[in-house]
């Protein structure tokens, strides 16, 4: 009796592709998965499909990738007559219309990768990172018209490595959230969980990321800006200008060292940047148009002077 709920699953990105594997793998029905249409990619722009497009036809499990879906009639035809129990919302990314929510008798359930009601929107996984979190988690909860804002079902916590980025952290909540998720729906279908609402005053956003939020802002802290480089890896990363150039930073550490915010420094072959707060030993660097290199290796090729500052905007930068 257990395993017998009908469900819509409705995913796009990699993470939401242990959920369901989870899913069929626990004997629950999935007669339909939903998924973004499938999206030039790449230099050549070649069609690609989304991972969880590639899940569903790796189960032989029917898909549909609507365009659009508030408005779509026969979307919302295709959904009604398969009557689910319940929809599965994972990374799909699109807004859940009234009717959607309305339709299953246990909801639309959602699995969001933060502890709600911290981090709520687009990139929590980012942005947990950058603000200096040393755990986050998952959250199981039941979607309203808001953001992120329903009733939260199950909760487990996820401890943040120093070294942890973006790409390191999401596989880490997204095998055991997909577990999560399976017992929620057990839990829910055994009457045994109470959904309890968000306190929304501590409520924070996690918006989605712009390129411009990789730019580094020497007067933050160093422990700061490390923090920042780690959440938005491998996108936006860590960027600022040299000599009129762009300059990645794929690799630094804050160091205790006093500089004036942006300066440049070397010490014995290493290179120091000046922040608001101690300064960033940058280990790895790119400039425009270069390969990467160590900062050694920077030092080296580029002799930077005495005093000379980075993040000088110029015109077109």
């Not at 242990?18 to 899913?23: D, E, G, R, S, V």
């Not at 499909?49 to 508030?70: G, R």
């Not at 790895?284 to 030092?299: H, I």
Request: aromatic residues 6%; glycine residues 10%; neutral net charge.
């Amino acid at each position: 009796m257990q395993n017998l709920l009908h469900l819509v699953f409705c995913g796009t990105p990699r993470f939401a592709v242990p959920t369901l594997q989870k899913l069929v793998e626990a004997g629950f029905s999935v007669p339909l998965v939903v998924t973004q249409p499938d999206r030039p990619k790449g230099r050549g722009m070649e069609v690609a499909f989304s991972p969880v497009k590639q899940c569903a036809l790796d189960f032989k499990l029917p898909i549909t990738q609507p365009e659009k879906i508030k408005h779509n009639e026969e979307f919302r035809a295709q959904l009604s007559a398969l009557k689910p129990d319940a929809i599965i919302v994972v990374g799909y990314g699109r807004i859940i219309p009234q009717w959607m929510l309305d339709l299953p008798p246990l909801g639309n359930i959602n699995l969001h990768a933060s502890l709600l009601p911290k981090y709520r929107g687009a990139a929590p996984i980012q942005w947990a990172i950058a603000s200096g979190e040393s755990v986050t988690g998952n959250t199981t909860m039941r979607i309203d018209a808001g953001l992120d804002s329903g009733d939260i079902l199950l909760q487990q916590e996820i401890a943040i490595a120093p070294d942890d980025t973006a790409e390191t952290l999401a596989p880490k909540l997204s095998a055991p959230g997909a577990e999560l998720l399976v017992e929620t729906l057990r839990g829910l279908q055994a009457g045994t969980i109470a959904p309890r609402p968000q306190d929304h005053s501590k409520a924070t956003l996690a918006p989605i990321l712009k390129k411009e939020d990789g730019r580094i802002d020497f007067h933050r802290s160093a422990g700061e800006i490390c923090h920042r480089l780690r959440g938005f890896t491998p996108w936006p990363g860590a960027f600022t200008t040299f000599r009129g150039k762009n300059l990645h930073v794929w690799s630094a550490k804050a160091v205790e060292r006093k500089l004036v915010p942006g300066e440049l420094e070397v010490e014995a072959g290493s290179l120091f940047a000046g922040c608001a707060t101690g300064a960033l030993e940058l280990l790895e660097v790119q400039v425009e148009g270069k390969k990467r290199m160590p900062g050694p290796d920077f030092v080296h090729g580029y002799r930077p002077n005495p005093g000379e500052k980075l993040g000088h905007t110029v015109a077109g930068a």
